[in-house]
């Protein structure tokens, strides 16, 4: 048996090790080098009869687990977008395990709910959301605590779904819900999350992606000229989801005018704003976010920028009444008797169960404070323009679109052919990883700031390191130097 002696002593261990892993982190290797199946063959091939050592198991982690891992954490790790970590979060989450509570209604754990309604609140504050979002001032909405941006975006689609399928029943008493279903338009933009594309396969509905600009920003005529293209046909356009901050290149759609194209269609606007969503707690940011007030929905991941572990993606609702409705069903052991006067969360996601994720930000946000991280996300748009200006000092580069939150894309002037073979250079160097993206027909490079602790000598390293391998690159593509 494990008891909490146990727990004490080897709990102490773990918090060592997990210290002295961020304090060291830099000293492992950005990208894993290991080949699929390598870990089948480091562990036995079924579960032990009788208990391991701790001891054993402990040291397992460095010889099984340790080779298997891309450590984000590491400030040579410049792929994707960032992602949280901090001791608060980790901290929050020890405690979420212990309790263990299961917070899918206000009576399975009271705190759990109450918790996320107050964070939530203070969230969408910091981020200066119209009232309507904020429960505290009385709004029609609120915030719930989802697992991912991706299950945010379904949530949102399918909340929208069923609105606009009972409006369209109520306005036409013939059709019913599968007549409407089939002609149901959602829209996005080229530019956005593979997950909006497949949020609407899940849903079944068909999902336009729309021609962005040249700046890769959806435009509010584009997607004016689609809806009415759709309405022409006899369909039924229900749901638009703008991306501030898109992947491939941290593009912005025009939210202002593509907000009031909503209002005018009455159709609902999701806004993601998976990544560059932390940044507008800063007030110089802020502006992007102008046109909020059309959206029914709005998400960001504070589990990518704003040091809360994975996971922790708020989402927040302008009608609270779009969302319980839209997925109540009410079976007798769910039921209490105060559901009629709190939130029950159930009704605000798909699965049932969710743990107690709004501690990790209760603590972020104590520990830190809003000042820290605000200056957090500067640190991280600074080193974007550090790495933006040493791009820019050698003309054999270009940076591709205007650098504005903590992602620079950039690229050998040439072809796609050299910069593909930049690009697996650098990952097979390994001192540095970054991943690239299409943005049309070109092929560029993504140096994102990740890592909390990534400094101006990480991005002087990063950029030395590009360059000596892209002299060898254009070298040996007989390019002259
Ligand atoms: C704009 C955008 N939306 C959605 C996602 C998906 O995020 P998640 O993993 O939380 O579903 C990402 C991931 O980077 C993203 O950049």
Known sequence: MVDSNDFRKWGKQMVDYVADYLDNVEKRPPLSKVEPGYLEKLIPSSAPDKPDRWEDVLGDVERVIMPGISHWHNPNFHAYFATANSYPGILADILSDAIGCIGFTWIASPACTELEIVMMDWLAKMLRLPTDFIVSEGGSGGGVIQGTASEATLVSLLAAKTKHIIRCKSENTEMDNYDIMSKLVAYTSDQSHSSVERAGLIACVRMRLLKSDDKYSLRGDVLKEAIQKDKAKGLIPFFVC???????????????????VCEEEDVWLHIDAAYAGSAFICPEFRHYLDGVEFAKSFNFNPHKWLRVNFDCSALWIKDRADITDAFNVDPLYLKHEKQTEVTDFRHWQIPLGRRFRSLKLWFVLRLFGVKYLQEYIRTHVKLAHEFEALVKSDPRFEIVTEVIMGLVCFRLKGTNEINEKLLKTINEDGRIHIVPANLRDTYILRF??????????????????????????????NHFL
Do not use: R
């Open 448 to 477: 994102a700031i990740v890592a909390a602790n990534t400094s101006s000598n990480d991005i002087t390293f990063a950029w030395e390191v590009i360059l000596e391998l892209a002299e060898k690159v254009l070298h040996e593509c």
């Open 242 to 260: 703008a991306t501030l901050g898109t992947t491939p290149s941290c593009a912005f759609d025009n939210l202002k005018e593509i907000g009031a």
